[in-house]
């Protein structure tokens, strides 16, 4: 496997990969589920530019709005069959997590742990 490997400081010398940078519109999705139904809420996007005109870095958390456009129904179905139905199948199994994932430039990029 490529990409920038950064030890962490932990007893069982764990690493953190940093495999490629990912350029473009982010979204969030949050799904609730009973451990097999699964419903998902729409997707949000952060909105807020550092700079004036809308340019710059996202600033992150000082704002949102929802439904966000690069959510396509397309999208939607990926995060359903890629993301959250495995994560809710491997909850049952192991127990809960927090998830998140970034969707650039309308494709996903998903890595399993």
Request: glycine content about 12%.
């Given at each position: 496997?490529?990409?920038?490997?950064?030890?962490?400081?932990t007893p069982t010398g764990d690493e953190v990969v940093?495999?490629?940078?990912?350029?473009?519109?982010?979204?969030?999705?949050?799904?609730?589920?009973?451990?097999?139904?699964?419903?998902?809420?729409?997707?949000?996007?952060?909105?807020?530019?550092?700079?004036?005109?809308?340019?710059?870095?996202?600033?992150?958390?000082?704002g949102a709005y929802a439904p966000a456009p690069v959510?396509?129904?397309?999208?939607?179905?990926?995060?359903?069959?890629?993301?959250?139905?495995?994560?809710?199948?491997?909850?049952?199994?192991?127990?809960?997590?927090?998830?998140?994932?970034?969707?650039?430039n309308r494709n996903l990029k998903c890595h399993s742990?």
């Amino acid at each position: 496997m490529g990409g920038l490997r950064l030890p962490l400081a932990t007893p069982t010398g764990d690493e953190v990969v940093v495999e490629e940078l990912l350029v473009g519109p982010e979204i969030s999705v949050l799904a609730f589920s009973d451990g097999y139904t699964i419903i998902p809420l729409s997707a949000a996007q952060d909105h807020k530019r550092i700079g004036e005109g809308d340019t710059g870095l996202n600033t992150g958390g000082m704002g949102a709005y929802a439904p966000a456009p690069v959510a396509t129904p397309a999208i939607m179905e990926q995060i359903a069959r890629e993301t959250l139905k495995p994560t809710i199948d491997g909850m049952r199994r192991e127990g809960p997590l927090l998830t998140s994932l970034p969707c650039r430039n309308r494709n996903l990029k998903c890595h399993s742990t």
